[in-house]
């Protein structure tokens, strides 16, 4: 049973510049969320999509967007990068999403210059 | 939301118990306590999670009190492999704006020692 998977692990981009990245959820889930993490700190909640809609959304500008297709997984789109954009994202994928488990990929380890 | 406290760190020898505590005194009588752990620049990892009773699985034990205003986790026989960020998580209520958010604190890193 495959868990959570995200592409790329790795990443790096310039200031100004767009970043897309990917998340499978776990077999059998439909819920997806995303998750920032700076460095020395918990991860922070992005927004999380059900049914191919955002459904919750945390603290976060405009410039962070998402998508959810048909077969549940799901795309981060962050556009005008900052240095401050460089962490940790995280997927994770739950069933419903309502309070149930979520169970995080390994993360992509985003670096803007 | 209910907020959860814990220590910055602690230590624990290979081959005993870790007991993790977690204050989560303005907890609603409908939200979860969650434990996670995340292991250096890992995904954070599931462990466990309980209502009112107490829980246990094949990783851990999660023990709360009656008051439902602390919880401990137990990892029974640490490992160096233990070693990590443990976040224990209130899991906002169904019935609040903000259910299906995972609010993650600092944690407590662990350090298992031979």
């Known amino acids: 049973d495959a868990g959570v998977t995200q592409s790329p692990t790795h990443l790096i981009k310039t200031r100004g510049q767009q970043v897309t990245l990917r998340c499978s959820p776990k077999?059998?889930?439909?819920?997806v969320s995303w998750y920032q993490q700076a460095l020395g700190q918990g991860p922070q909640f992005i927004f999380q999509?059900?049914?191919?809609?955002?459904?919750q959304r945390g603290n976060f500008p405009d410039r962070f967007s998402g998508h959810q297709f048909p077969n549940y997984s799901s795309e981060l789109n962050v556009n005008a990068l900052l240095l401050g954009d460089s962490a940790l994202y995280l997927c994770?994928?739950?069933?419903?999403?309502?309070?149930?488990?979520?169970?995080f990929g390994p993360g992509t380890r985003l670096l803007v210059l | 939301d209910a907020k959860t406290t814990q220590p910055t760190s602690m230590d624990c020898a290979e081959g005993r118990a870790a007991n993790l505590p977690c204050n989560h005194s303005?907890?609603?009588?409908?939200?979860?306590v969650y434990w996670y752990r995340q292991i250096h620049s890992q995904g954070p990892q599931y462990i466990i999670h309980g209502l009112k009773n107490n829980e246990t699985n094949e990783m851990a034990s999660l023990i709360i009190t009656e008051d439902r205003k602390s919880s401990t986790l137990i990892l029974p026989h640490a490992t160096l492999r233990d070693t990590a960020v443990y976040y224990c998580?209130?899991?906002?209520?169904?019935?609040?704006?903000?259910?299906?958010?995972?609010?993650f604190g600092a944690g407590t890193q662990v350090v298992v020692t031979p």
């Open positions: 998580i209130v899991s906002p209520s169904k019935t609040t704006d903000s259910w299906g958010k995972l609010q």
């Open positions: 303005t907890i609603s009588g409908n939200e979860y």
């Open positions: 994770a994928s739950s069933f419903q999403g309502r309070g149930e488990t979520q169970y």
């Open positions: 077999s059998g889930h439909d819920t």
């Open positions: 999509y059900y049914e191919e809609e955002e459904r």
